[in-house]
């Protein structure tokens, strides 16, 4: 996956309910660093040794390396194992079939007019689980040679955008599918510099992933799923709609005049929402992905990934099945920055 400061994780038991609309968490910037906004930097990135991490928004002085990987314990083997806020009258929710996970019934409130946190159009949209499919070449396994890994995620970008456009045009957000770069050792970007600490990060500076080029050998990170590729990217495309929404607009705002503790925390908010964009998406797609085999997969990348910046385990995996175990996949269940602080701890 990929993140700002840390992975996240699920509890044990069913996935909580969405999150309640309340006031967005009070702006904490003074008029004279809004223009910090109009140049967002927010990076998110996959660990490799069991850890993730994220720079420093654009606008803050130039760093030389992004912020220090953070560590955390190998995670164990795996276990075994666009519709809008009108959907269409053909897009209804998948019956449940055997082997396929239980999922929460409903649909979510929306009715959203505005852009940022907690007021983006992004949130009326909705797909029936399991009814979007996209067109990939291929579905290979990691690791990939070097001189394929680019190439491959661009198209697993490309695909997941294909699913994402029109449901977002129908709302007036226009999307365009990210580019991806892949690097050896260090990697000047509009968000600074990345050193060989940072695996894989999404800088919304120039709507660009970067990937180094063994970050797919780690069988700790998302190499542990033989859909990593799709887990990596989907999470990275999370960032990608924070930033083409106004959610990074107002990040932006609220990191520049924030203490490190409420950076933090901060981060943990947009690091769990990137992750319930991401089981959003997969939801959608997981019959044509046949994502099923890989979500316990999934769920240990979360629970065993982190660090300072990203919510506990358990509440990363929360996150990641608000968005993927609904008969009803809706970015309206992703609002974090209205969860209660339990929620992102």
Not at 130 to 136: D, I, L, R, Y
Not at 158 to 181: F, M, N, Q, S, Y
Not at 262 to 269: D, I, N, P, V
Not at 275 to 289: D, E, N, Q
């Amino acid at each position: 996956m990929t993140h700002p400061v840390g992975p996240p994780t699920r509890p044990a038991g069913p996935p909580p309910g969405p999150a309640p609309r309340r006031p967005r968490w009070p702006l904490l910037v003074a008029a004279g660093v809004l223009v910090l906004a109009l140049v967002v930097g927010a990076v998110v990135v996959i660990g490799r040794a069991g850890g993730a991490d994220t720079a420093e928004p654009a606008g803050s002085p130039e760093p030389t390396a992004a912020a220090p990987t953070s560590q955390a314990p190998p995670p164990p083997k795996p276990t075994s194992e666009a519709t809008t806020a009108a959907p269409s009258p053909t897009a209804t929710a998948t019956e449940r079939t055997p082997g396929q996970p239980e999922l929460t019934p409903g649909k979510p409130d929306t009715g959203y007019t505005g852009t940022g946190m907690d007021e983006t159009r992004l949130y009326n949209v909705m797909w029936a689980n399991g009814s979007q499919a996209c067109t990939p070449t291929r579905l290979p396994e990691p690791p990939l040679p070097d001189d394929e890994l680019a190439a491959h995620l661009q198209e697993v970008m490309d695909c997941i955008t294909e699913v994402h456009r029109p449901a977002l045009a129908a709302e007036g957000i226009e999307l365009t599918a990210p580019k991806v770069v892949a690097y050896a050792d260090t990697q000047a970007t509009p968000c600074g510099t990345i050193s060989d600490g940072n695996p894989a990060f999404y800088c919304s500076g120039d709507q660009t992933l970067y990937v180094r080029y063994d970050s797919d050998e780690n069988p700790d990170g998302y190499a542990r799923s033989n859909m990593g590729y799709w887990v990596l990217a989907s999470h990275e495309f999370g960032h990608h709609l924070q930033a083409v929404t106004g959610i990074f607009t107002e990040y932006s705002e609220l990191i520049a005049g924030a203490s490190a503790e409420e950076k933090e925390e901060l981060s943990r908010r947009l690091e769990a929402q990137a992750t319930c964009f991401s089981g959003v998406y997969l939801g959608a797609s997981r019959v044509s992905l046949s994502f099923d085999d890989n979500l316990n997969a999934t769920r240990n990348f979360y629970r065993f990934n982190g660090g300072p910046g990203y919510a506990s385990g358990e509440n990363q995996v929360a996150w990641f099945e608000e968005g993927y175990l609904m008969e009803w996949n809706a970015f309206a269940r992703c609002n974090t920055w209205s969860a209660p602080d339990d929620r992102v701890s």
